[in-house]
């Protein structure tokens, strides 16, 4: 069963691959959220995600990954910057 956070596959097949590396990961993580769609909360995305695996891959790369994820501070917000 795939998440519907994860429409894809991608994350789901990242769990298949055995041997798969930290930077594979983080690259298959990457592609997951540059094809999210703008309005996604990626935080609630990463922790329905991350909800479905850790608990059977636990030591797996990429459950690291969607635990760093969950665990970074947001980023400030992006937009129109002030002029000195």
Do not use: F
């Not at 769609?37 to 030591?59: E, V």
């Amino acid at each position: 069963m795939t998440p519907a956070n994860d429409p894809k596959g991608l994350i789901r097949e990242s769990y298949r691959i055995e041997g798969i590396s930290d930077g594979e990961c983080r690259s298959i993580l990457i592609d997951w959220a540059l094809s999210l769609p703008q309005d996604t909360d990626q935080r609630a995305a990463l922790q329905s995600l991350h909800d479905h695996y850790a608990p059977t891959a636990p030591t797996h790369p990429m459950t690291a990954l969607l635990h760093e994820g969950l665990n970074r501070p947001d980023a400030p917000p992006r937009g129109r910057r002030r002029r000195a």
